[in-house]
C-alpha cells in the first residue's frame, strides 16, 4: 500500500485587491502541496483593480471568473452564492479557502459551509468593534462559519477567544507580509512611477480613500479633500483613486484649491508598494495599506477613528486621525517614527504555517 497522502483539492475564493496579494503569496506554494481550483468573483473587476494584480503578482489565471462586479450589498452577495453553489457543487473541493472581510469572503464562506464543505478563513480575528462598517459584519460571520481560523496576530486570537471561538484557531502571522518583499524587490527594479509623476524619495505623501464610511458620507469626503488640498500647498500629494471615491468626488467634492494635487487612476501592485516606500507619509482608510505602511517603515495617518491592526498604532507608526483636518495635516507634515520595530505579525514563514496545517 502507497504511504504517499492524497493530495487536498483546495478552492480558493478571492475577488478584490487585498485579497489578490495574499492569495500571491499562498497560491505558489499551496500548489506544491494541493490541487488548487482559484474563483474569482469580480467584486474588483476593471484592470486596474484587478488584471493587473495577477500579472504583476504571477498570480495562475482563474478556473472561474464569476464576473460579478459592483452593486449593492445584497445583490452582489446573492448573486457570488448563487454562482458560487454551482460551482462547489461540481467542485466538491476539501476545504474552501477565503481571505479577509469583503463580501467576497462572506459569500464564499456561507455557500461552503451550507453544501458542508469545511471552510479556512486567512486573516481572521481581526475586529474594529465598529458594526456600522460592512466589512466587520462580513469577518465577524465569517469566522464563526470557519472551520479553520488562520490568525495575523496574538490580538486576534484573543478576539476570537472573547466570543468563544477556540477550536480551529491558529496564530500562524500575516501572509501578506511575504507578497508585499517579493514585490518590493519587484518595484525597486521595475517600478518607473516616481520619474513618470517628476517625484523625489521622501518628498511627497501618498494618500487613498475607499471605504464606504467616508466616500459616502458627503461631511467626511469634502474633510477629507480639503485636507489634501492644504496639504498639497506645502508637499506633493499622490492619489490614486478609487472608482467609489471618485463618483463620489465629482458629486460632493472639490480639489480647486489644490496646488500640487496628482489624482491617479488606481496603479498596479508595484507602483503602489514604490509609492509607498517613497512616501515621507502615507494617508489611508485602507487596513492592507496600514500595515504595508509598517513593514516598510513608513509613517501613517489612518483615516478612520479605530483600526484593525491596533498593533501598528500601539507600537507609534501609525495615528488614527479620522476626518479631523487638523490632525490629518499636523501628523502628515510631522509625522511619527519610533526607534523602535517590532513585527508582531511574524510575517516571515506564515505561508509556510499556513500550508502545513491546511495540508
Known amino acids: ?27 505558489r506554494c499551496l500548489r506544491l502541496h494541493a490541487d488548487e481550483t482559484l474563483v474569482h468573483t469580480g467584486q474588483h473587476y476593471d484592470n486596474n483593480m484587478s488584471d493587473v494584480f495577477f500579472d504583476e503578482l504571477g498570480i495562475p489565471f482563474p478556473n472561474y471568473n464569476l464576473d460579478i462586479g459592483s452593486g449593492l450589498h ?6 457570488m452564492l448563487k454562482a458560487l453553489e454551482e460551482i462547489l457543487l461540481k467542485e466538491t473541493p476539501d476545504c474552501v479557502l477565503v481571505y479577509g472581510d469583503t463580501n467576497s469572503t462572506l459569500a464564499g464562506a456561507l455557500a461552503a459551509t451550507k453544501l458542508h464543505f469545511p471552510v479556512a478563513h486567512v486573516e481572521a480575528g481581526l475586529r474594529s468593534f465598529n458594526r456600522w462598517m460592512p466589512e466587520e459584519i462580513n469577518r465577524v460571520l465569517t469566522d464563526h462559519i470557519a472551520d479553520t481560523l488562520f490568525c495575523p496576530s496574538e490580538t486576534a486570537i484573543t ?33 518607473t512611477i516616481l520619474s513618470q509623476l517628476h ?34 500647498r506645502q508637499t506633493p500629494v499622490v492619489f490614486p483613486i478609487h472608482p467609489r471615491t471618485k463618483k463620489q468626488l465629482m458629486r460632493e467634492g472639490s480639489v480647486d484649491e489644490a ?15 514604490h509609492l509607498e516606500e517613497s512616501a515621507s507619509a502615507i494617508l489611508t482608510d485602507s487596513g492592507g495599506i496600514q500595515k504595508e505602511a509598517f513593514w516598510l517603515k513608513v509613517p501613517c495617518v489612518t483615516l478612520r477613528e479605530e483600526t484593525e491592526w491596533v498593533e501598528t498604532v500601539q507600537q507609534g507608526w501609525n495615528t488614527l486621525a479620522g476626518t479631523d483636518i487638523d490632525k490629518i495635516v499636523q501628523h502628515a507634515l510631522q509625522p511619527s517614527k519610533p526607534n523602535h520595530h517590532l513585527d508582531v505579525y511574524k510575517g516571515e514563514g506564515s505561508v509556510r504555517r499556513l500550508i502545513e496545517i491546511l495540508c
Open 259 to 273: 496646488v500640487n494635487l496628482h489624482i491617479l487612476d488606481p496603479v498596479g501592485y508595484l507602483d503602489m508598494v
Open 199 to 232: 517625484l523625489e524619495t521622501g518628498k511627497f505623501i501618498l494618500a487613498t480613500v475607499h471605504r464606504a464610511e467616508n466616500t459616502d458620507d458627503p461631511d467626511k469626503i469634502k474633510r477629507l479633500i480639503k485636507s489634501l488640498a492644504i496639504l498639497s
Open 1 to 27: 500500500m502507497s504511504n504517499l497522502r492524497k493530495r487536498k483539492r483546495i478552492l480558493t475564493i478571492v475577488g478584490a485587491r487585498p485579497q489578490f496579494v495574499k492569495a500571491a503569496a499562498v497560491t
Open 159 to 191: 478576539n476570537l477567544n472573547n466570543e468563544g471561538i477556540f477550536n480551529g484557531v491558529h496564530f500562524i502571522g500575516d501572509v501578506m507580509f511575504e507578497a508585499l518583499m517579493d514585490a518590493r524587490i519587484k518595484a525597486e527594479q521595475y517600478s
Open 74 to 79: 445584497g445583490a452582489q452577495t446573492g448573486a
